[in-house]
């Protein structure tokens, strides 16, 4: 008999009137009680169409919604597998996507075109007429607790996306985990912006609410000056945000901003890419309760620092905290042997939040994984009290003369510089050191900035061989849509 963790039904029960989701852009709000109905009749359609426990996939292509947060828990309670697919990807993209997951329906906007295919197509808001209301899936409808019900596409910083299959086991210690890191409780209201195609907008900042039983106010995408305006908005309540760093950094630099609008929030959550220590230092003393974490979508939650000590938090800043409920770690070395505490090697994460594998890629899964360890592919560091230090990407690692440079330690640096609103580091072949650095950077607006000045400063704060030898000053970044750098698309030449 599979185990069954369904907390919307859980809330619908106990509380059938408090508010469960709203969409940001319409005011449209659901009750528990009614966003359960609405995922009922969702899922007995699903099952009638597709067969209970089928295990077929069900596409997206459409902007955050909350209708796409009815999609997945319907699937979930009709046995499906709900793939969200990035609306940034290119039409060719979207269709070896499609064709790797081979889904039977696809849901869109109606601003997107949808690649030849198969697929039944609907539109996203067909799902408010579909089905009957007061129909349910069948009892047997749901596959096991670890089998998958997500498939999520990873955002291909260094190249192919990978399909992450994600069970419901690991779709509630992943959450599980958050709550237990981040104050969250059933009088948590969240905003999120990230996109629902990613693990930190589907679990993070949408599922994590869902599990607690409080609230999500679902937007339609990051503006940050919408952002703002909400976050300060007291009929909304906000009290938890989740974003990468480089968003953090966009909001601070807006005119808009002020400290005071975000006093409301009991946390503002950072994950994605290492925070600078800098930025971390620079919220925390405007009195934003501020945290890094760390999580992946092969392993959804893992980190967070004890926001509750506001002088631990600026002593630690750069920091992705300490392991959280389900999470056990180590940091080892090209041999997978563990490192000494305060040596750098490469995380591995176990625990019932991790993913068991990539779709239809077994080779890659062998790989990925060591007798249940997952190698994460990031650089770490532990210090003596125990806080972990996400150093890099272990792939972004380049060698200048012998020695190891991490460019994310050099980006930290350069985030101190307030006339840089974005920076980027990257190791290119150079003929007597073997490979030195190349800072790319995007000035604040209004702001004048050389790149003799950018050296000068890396030269008081790094060690030689750590200073980028050139700097380009670049009008854009390429980022993925969850906004990490891509960095195998930026000149080496």
Known sequence: MSIVIDSVRTHAVAMPNRLAVGCAESGRRWTWAELDA????????????????????????ARNHPLMLVLQLACMRAGAVFVPYNWRLASAEIAALMKDAGPLLFFRDTEFTVPETTAEQLLLTDLDALGNPGTRAPANARRGWQEPTTLLYTSGTSGRPKGVMVSEENAYWGPANFINGSLVSYDSVFLCDMPLFHTAGLFAAARVPILAGGTVWISAGFDPAKTIARIADPELGITHYFSVPQMATTLWQHPDFAPEKFHGLKMYVTGGAPNPKAQVERFARAGIRFSDGFGMSETCSNF?????DVERLIDKAGSCGLPL??????IVDDEGIDVAQGETGELWIKGPSVTRGYWNQPELTAKAFHDGWFKTGDAAMQDADGFYYLVDRKKDMYISGGENVYPAEV????????????AAVIGVPDERW????????IPRAGAVLTEEQVIAHCRERLARFKVPVRVIIADAIPRTASGKVQKHLLSRD
């Open 325 to 330: 409920l389900a999470v056990q770690t180590r």
């Open 304 to 308: 967070a620092m004890p926001v509750l």
């Open 38 to 61: 609405d995922i009922d009749r969702v899922a007995a359609w699903l099952a009638e169409r597709l067969g209970p426990a089928s295990g077929a996939r069900v596409a997206t292509l």
């Open 411 to 422: 980006e930290a640096v350069l985030a101190e510089l307030s006339e840089i609103a974005e």
């Open 434 to 441: 073997g490979e030195v650095g190349r800072a790319f950077i």
